[in-house]
């Protein structure tokens, strides 16, 4: 399957499970820059997009500007420069911020902010004081339908599970019927069992109301699970903008690559129409001239291998993950390649073995400027700077 291939099917695949691709733009974010202080920038030059009912994910590591994106949309920040349209009515800008309660967002924090003292259909009929007693009474009980929960309106939020608290505040955020939702890492306080559960019901209920949402995350699994489409940010930066299936298979800068997942990085030059690498050739797809050195970025599931003696690579690690075995091994170069076997396929410490590659497609890129992280490390997460023609007088 060729690179354009895997695109097309990424996008069809993703208009499938969601509308129409011709559903009305809802929030647009045009080159926006929000600083704090007078050189740092937290996000600069930022461009996204969402469509009615779309859920889309903001991705990336600690500090690199997601949160401040969200409180931007949601009118707590400023803009440096930019613009941010909301239902197409310019709500942000330099000189312009339309308040937040003016906005129709609706919020649902990593704590849930819930009133202790009140209980769940007072928490989700917050607000709702400008309805009749009668409607705002009506809109409580859908929500609690909605979400769930009916039958648990008269309990206090310490006498609810973590998934229920957090069902309570995605209620309380759709009775206001929000343009759009934004979530900030919703699912942080959750164990693993219960996140899993929660985002599959997360996404259903925002199909259900047909809500466009916008939501934070560092996990790229979460982002995958439930996005339309992600939005990956470093350094403050917006490196690609696209559905889960293109992010994973085609990243675009090595910084995506190894974010939304394990990745290697391969040396090779082209010669002969051809990328050559210690694993073995790869197709020259850009057409890059002989002669040209590129790295080639490889997944765990491109890799096999099989023991085989006097092949040069060494197995030099094993994590044993479940469904799963994911492989170090070392090249006689020295290069530390991963590949991931069944749970079943159990090779000692020190095993020669061969490399198969089964990479349905190859992604090149030209230079390594950018260097990916080394096993364990933390991804940077330093602000971007301003541009001096950029700094406010």
Do not use: W
């Amino acid at each position: 399957m060729s690179i354009g291939q895997i695109t097309r099917t990424a996008q069809s695949s993703a208009s499938e499970r969601r509308h129409a691709p011709a559903r009305r733009v809802v929030l647009e974010l045009r080159q926006v820059t929000c600083a704090y202080g007078r050189r740092q920038a937290a996000i600069t030059d930022v461009s996204l997009a969402a469509r009615e009912g779309e859920i889309l994910c903001i991705l990336g590591p600690s500090g690199c500007g997601k949160t401040t994106t969200l409180r931007a949309i949601a009118g707590f920040e400023p803009l440096l420069s930019g613009e941010i349209y909301l239902e197409d009515t310019l709500v942000s800008a330099p000189g312009t911020l339309v308040p937040t309660e003016q906005r129709r967002v609706g919020m649902v924090f990593q704590e849930y902010a819930l009133f202790p003292h009140l209980r769940v259909a007072q928490n989700i009929g917050f607000g709702l004081e400008h309805l009749a007693p009668e409607e705002r009474a009506a809109q409580v009980q859908a929500m609690l339908e909605l979400i769930g929960l009916a039958g648990l309106e008269r309990r206090y939020p310490h006498e609810l599970s973590g998934g229920q608290q957090q069902r309570v505040a995605l209620a309380r955020a759709l009775a206001h019927n929000p343009a759009v939702l934004l979530l900030d890492e919703p699912f942080s306080n959750l164990d693993p069992d219960m996140t899993g559960k929660m985002r599959q019901e997360l996404a259903d209920i925002l199909h259900r109301t047909n809500t466009t949402a916008v939501l934070v995350t560092h996990d790229h699994d979460e982002a995958f699970a439930i996005a339309d489409r992600i939005a990956v940010l470093n350094n403050g930066r917006l490196e690609q903008f696209d559905t889960p299936e293109t992010i994973y298979h085609v990243p675009s800068t090595p910084f995506v690559a190894d974010f939304v997942g394990q990745a290697d990085f391969i040396p090779g030059v082209v010669q002969n129409g051809k990328v050559l690498t210690d694993i073995g050739e790869f197709p020259n797809q850009p057409g890059l001239p002989t002669g040209a050195h590129v790295v080639v970025m490889v997944r765990p599931d491109d890799l096999r291998i099989a023991p085989a003696a006097d092949h040069g690579a060494q197995i030099q690690a094993r994590q044993f993950r479940g469904s799963e075995n994911l492989y170090t091994i070392a090249l006689p170069s020295g290069q530390l390649v991963h590949s991931s076997e069944s749970s079943t396929s159990v090779y000692p410490i020190g095993t020669q073995v061969e490399l198969r590659i089964i990479a349905t497609h190859t992604v090149l890129f030209e230079d390594h400027r950018t260097q990916p992280r080394a096993p364990g490390a933390s991804h940077g997460d330093s602000p971007s700077e301003i541009p001096d023609s950029a700094i406010p007088c």
